[in-house]
């Protein structure tokens, strides 16, 4: 084969210029050029595969929420009637609660703040009943914290029905009954708190739907296994 001539080499370099300056256009590049680049693309960049959480129910979150539930509840027989029938002393220049003179708000009100920070660290992971118990039990703690802020104001607070029913009084961290015996009390109230009764009975079924769901998750993943066995 004959030498190219000086003619054909510069028609060669002038052909392989104007197929750059198209690809650098964004013009179709040689199939053959595209395949390489792909190849290339892929072994530098290899694909991850990002596994998705599971959406059930973490037994700790339950766990937690039973906990801060049944926490609420005692500090409101706890705490909460002593402080609606005790005289709250106001700071003249201010007309605002004092603390060092209302020791049982005060130490009422950080114990809900506590419960708050609880609830705020809950991780519900997606999962809707974990999600709207803490909603809710978030709701109700700050329910008593406003409250408390038309107390620390010197406002009169009506005592909520369910604290009046309740006939035990809880002074240092005993039961200290009238008159009545306590297991009549407990029957009186258990007879006559229908709506407290209620608000319980949901809580449990929420807590007993989440429970629920996470039994079902497992067992789906356990036929799944089996099937790719």
Known sequence: MAPKSQKEKKKAAMAAAM?????????????????????????????????RKPNVPAPAALAVLRSVQSDFQTLRFKHELRVLQ????LDPTNGVAAAPKNKVLFAYEEQLLKLLERLDALEHEGVGAVREARKNMIRNVQDRLKVLDRVKKGEKVEVPRELLEEREVFVNGENKTGKNSVMVKKVAAATSNVAWSGRVLLTLLMIALAVFAFLYYVGAQLEEKKKQI
């Open 19 to 51: 197929a750059a300056k198209q690809a650098g256009e964004g013009k179709t590049p040689p199939p053959e050029d595209v395949a390489a680049a792909a190849s290339a693309d892929e072994k530098a960049s290899p694909r991850t595969i990002r596994k």
């Open 86 to 89: 005790t005289p709250i002393v």
